[in-house]
């Protein structure tokens, strides 16, 4: 549908609707350029100030992917008054700002909307160099991938409705959910990061897809190495899904290969809806051993090594 929208004529938009990108770029000077992004969700989970933590963390993440740094926020809250009480409102808000001002930004403002469900994110502007921003479309042959949170919580959260996970399994999901990716773009940001993206509602497949279709390659992914949540599979095999992994998977149909011999349900992860997940990031080779060392050091115990970039394939995605 975007394409059909016409395209922009301002030299100074650097990142636009093109590659789906995480964010839009703005330049203002040689020096300085606007990072511009909005996201909302409905809840995960049913505690207010939870919801507002996952769900400002979802919306900063982007801002991180492009390389950049959030300034400010406006909350976008749909609420249905009639249905829940001020404190849950309240409750959102509270969790949010906690998150605006771990990001070291400000909240500005927002709008709220009565609504039959609750939905809350926020538009986040940050701040970035020109010559220095992360994009989804430019990794290069060569590259190594990491990954920065663990996948698998799209599933988590629709069999825990059923009452089928873990308490521990469920909150060692929510910890990494409710923390930013801060401190990793931050560790990131002294290597050379080729591309970036971070992998929420697309799941990993869809966000590598975006990735590998914007810079022309194909992304080799070793499915042993990616970083899940436990019990994550399990659920799978137990036969729960989510709403969307049928239209992840068919945004990537034809377009990605399976190397290795998988009953239907343990492939269903790549498919995986996050919210609030890890960054996807392309390095060069020499640089990935520190990167990741580093990340490790700095608290970002999840990051690791899931993949390479290789030339274009007839399908952009490989799992082995």
Same mark, same amino acid.
């Given at each position: #549908?975007?394409?059909?929208?016409?395209?922009?004529?301002? !030299?100074?938009?650097?990142?636009?609707?093109?590659?789906?990108?995480?964010?839009?770029?703005?330049?203002?000077?040689?020096?300085?350029?606007?990072?511009?992004?909005?996201?909302?969700?409905?809840?995960?989970?049913?505690?207010?100030?939870?919801?507002?933590?996952? *769900?400002?963390?979802?919306?900063?993440?982007?801002?991180?992917? #492009? +390389?950049?740094?959030?300034?400010?926020?406006?909350?976008?809250?749909?609420?249905?008054?009639?249905?829940?009480?001020?404190?849950?409102?309240? *409750?959102?808000?509270?969790?949010?700002?906690?998150?605006?001002?771990?990001?070291?930004?400000?909240?500005?403002?927002?709008?709220?909307?009565?609504?039959?469900?609750?939905?809350?994110?926020?538009?986040?502007?940050?701040?970035?160099?020109?010559?220095?921003?992360?994009?989804?479309?430019?990794?290069?042959?060569?590259?190594?991938?990491?990954?920065?949170?663990?996948? =698998?919580?799209?599933?988590?959260?629709?069999?825990?409705?059923? +009452?089928?996970?873990?308490?521990?399994?469920?909150?060692?999901?929510?910890?990494?959910?409710?923390?930013?990716?801060?401190?990793?773009?931050?560790?990131?940001?002294?290597?050379?990061?080729?591309?970036?993206?971070?992998?929420?509602?697309?799941?990993?497949?869809?966000? +590598?897809?975006?990735? @590998?279709?914007?810079?022309?390659?194909?992304?080799?992914?070793?499915?042993? *190495?990616?970083?899940?949540?436990?019990? !994550?599979?399990? #659920?799978?095999?137990?036969?729960?899904?989510?709403?969307?992994?049928?239209?992840?998977?068919?945004?990537?149909? =034809?377009?990605?290969?399976?190397?290795?011999?998988?009953?239907?349900?343990?492939?269903?992860?790549?498919?995986?809806?996050?919210?609030?997940?890890?960054?996807?990031? @392309?390095?060069?080779?020499?640089?990935?051993?520190? !990167?990741?060392?580093?990340?490790?050091?700095?608290?970002?115990?999840?990051?690791?090594?899931?993949?390479?970039?290789?030339? #274009?394939?007839?399908?952009?995605?490989?799992? *082995?």
């Amino acid at each position: #549908m975007l394409a059909a929208l016409p395209s922009a004529s301002d !030299a100074n938009l650097l990142v636009g609707l093109d590659t789906s990108d995480d964010a839009g770029v703005y330049k203002l000077t040689d020096e300085l350029a606007l990072v511009l992004t909005v996201d909302y969700i409905t809840p995960p989970v049913d505690d207010p100030f939870l919801f507002g933590q996952i *769900g400002a963390a979802n919306a900063l993440s982007d801002v991180y992917a #492009m +390389g950049g740094r959030p300034i400010a926020c406006l909350n976008l809250l749909g609420f249905p008054s009639k249905k829940l009480p001020p404190s849950a409102m309240l *409750g959102i808000l509270e969790g949010a700002l906690g998150k605006i001002k771990e990001a070291g930004a400000t909240l500005a403002g927002g709008h709220t909307t009565e609504d039959d469900e609750p939905k809350f994110g926020l538009s986040v502007t940050g701040l970035v160099h020109p010559g220095r921003i992360w994009r989804n479309s430019t990794a290069q042959v060569g590259d190594r991938l990491i990954l920065t949170k663990p996948i =698998g919580s799209g599933v988590l959260f629709n069999a825990n409705r059923k +009452g089928w996970v873990s308490p521990g399994a469920l909150q060692a999901c929510l910890d990494k959910l409710v923390r930013l990716n801060k401190t990793a773009a931050e560790v990131l940001s002294r290597y050379t990061v080729h591309a970036c993206t971070d992998v929420t509602g697309f799941g990993l497949a869809g966000h +590598g897809f975006e990735m @590998a279709k914007g810079s022309g390659v194909t992304l080799a992914f070793e499915l042993a *190495g990616i970083p899940t949540f436990d019990e !994550a599979l399990a #659920m799978y095999e137990r036969g729960v899904t989510t709403g969307v992994n049928a239209s992840n998977a068919e945004l990537v149909k =034809g377009k990605i290969r399976f190397e290795v011999e998988l009953p239907p349900w343990h492939a269903q992860i790549v498919y995986d809806p996050q919210t609030s997940g890890g960054l996807l990031a @392309a390095l060069p080779p020499e640089q990935t051993e520190a !990167a990741l060392a580093d990340l490790h050091a700095a608290g970002v115990t999840d990051a690791a090594p899931v993949g390479v970039v290789r030339s #274009m394939e007839r399908e952009l995605l490989v799992f *082995g």
